[in-house]
């Protein structure tokens, strides 16, 4: 388990990280999404081990996260810029990481080779962006991790190659138990993929639950009544409105069953909950903290 408590990382006076707790549980996929800016990669290096903080804790199994070898030699981590050393091949890079990664599966290594079909001993520089991701998860599933840090992990992959590496990673999750924590603005991708979601703004994670419980908690009603929209309705509480012709959509935060409850009192001639996509749950989440979609008057 990952637990992350009151993380604080300030830059030149700027807190990219103002009081951060998340916890990812063992076995999981934990999606974290947010805006530019919110802290997300910032976090990520923290928890790779890469940043020192300024306060605050982060452990694994207990354990302190920064400068413990154990901890990172069961841990992988693919940011959005990918290094390899200068004039290194895929081969190469295996030589590196068997020598700090004592869980390294050569046998693995050989059949994921069915999976991405690069050449291995090919100058890594010489490669597409999309390749150089490739041969980061090839390598990286390898190990045999028993964490997986993930930072924009599939751009730049074909949707091809990217249901391929996701066919992989949750293999091993079921598997194995791997722990999959993954930040994206692909927030379609992550609906499919993720069982946790953590939403950050401004340094600070303000939401965290089960993709499960974020669907149930908003709601989304197409709703027509014969004439005006009741003003019982606004005692609902609704995040946003929009009328066509004589059919509302309105997205109320609430429990499913009783909102519906409440609007079927008012007799409507039609109601209907609609699904909310991970997309929509995330902007009317961050919508009272002035991050909503508004009309742009040109």
């Not at 840090?149 to 091993?172: F, I, S, Y």
């Not at 703004?201 to 005006?228: C, D, M, P, W, Y």
């Amino acid at each position: 388990m990952i637990e992350v408590r009151d993380l604080r990382k300030s830059f030149d006076g700027f807190y990219a990280l103002n009081g951060v707790n998340a916890t990812v549980k063992k076995g999981s996929v934990y999606g974290l999404v947010g805006p530019n800016g919110a802290g997300k990669t910032t976090l990520i290096k923290h928890l790779a081990g890469v940043f020192v903080p300024d306060s605050g804790t982060i452990t694994v199994d207990g354990q302190q996260v920064y400068e413990s070898v154990s901890i990172k030699s069961r841990m992988f981590y693919i940011p959005d810029d990918i290094y390899f050393f200068p004039q290194a091949s895929v081969s190469d890079m295996k030589k590196y990481y068997k020598s700090i990664y004592p869980s390294f599966d050569e046998v693995r290594f050989q059949k994921l080779q069915e999976v991405f079909p690069i050449d291995s001993k090919k100058g890594l520089k010489r490669f597409s962006r999309g390749m150089q991701k490739q041969a980061a998860f090839w390598l990286g599933i390898s190990t045999r991790p028993d964490i997986m840090l993930l930072d924009e992990p599939v751009d730049g992959l074909d949707p091809v190659m990217r249901r391929k590496v996701w066919g992989v990673l949750l293999q091993d999750v079921a598997e194995r138990g791997l722990t999959v924590f993954v930040s994206s603005h692909n927030l379609r991708e992550l609906e499919d993929v993720c069982d946790h979601v953590g939403i950050m703004h401004e340094g600070k994670v303000i939401l965290e639950r089960s993709l499960t419980e974020l669907q149930n908690n908003i709601v989304k009603l197409q709703v027509a009544f014969e004439s005006e929209l009741p003003e019982e309705v606004n005692k609902l509480n609704i995040l946003s409105r929009q009328q066509t012709g004589r059919i509302w959509i309105i997205i109320v935060r609430g429990n499913r069953e009783e909102i519906l409850s409440e609007i079927n009192k008012l007799k409507p001639l039609l109601v209907d909950a609609l699904p909310l996509s991970l997309e929509e749950i995330f902007i009317y989440e961050l919508g009272g903290m002035d991050y909503a979609v508004k009309n742009i008057v040109l």
